[in-house]
């Protein structure tokens, strides 16, 4: 099965980048958001913070979290922030069940009016 095409923009500002995801996150397609968060804080000043913005996100497969748990990892060994943007609903709820935002990740959960 062929993932749904993945949408992946960054941002860079004084203090970081956003990193903007919109569609499905699986084997499929994982790339290019890999790539971009590995990027993003590699360059991402230190004390600074990478943001990545989920709320176009439609699906969050198992390789997706392994993907923020690796952006993660990055982010400490760059002394760089990690904070999740997403929107209420399920890729909150999965954030939450799998600890990622024990203490180490922020997540905030964006409302659209």
Not at 10 to 24: Q, S
Not at 80 to 108: F, Y
């Amino acid at each position: 099965m062929i993932a749904d095409p993945l949408a992946v923009s960054a941002t860079e500002t004084p203090m970081g980048t956003t990193v903007a995801v919109a569609g499905e996150v699986d084997l499929g397609n994982h790339l290019p958001l890999r790539d971009a968060l590995l990027l993003a804080c590699a360059r991402c000043p230190a004390g600074g913070r990478v943001v990545v913005d989920l709320t176009g996100v439609t699906f969050l497969g198992a390789t997706g979290l392994q993907l923020l748990i690796q952006a993660y990892e990055a982010c400490v060994h760059h002394e760089v922030a990690l904070r999740l943007v997403a929107t209420p609903g399920p890729i909150p709820r999965t954030l939450r069940l799998t600890g990622l935002l024990d203490g180490a990740v922020s997540l905030v959960v964006a409302v659209h009016e």
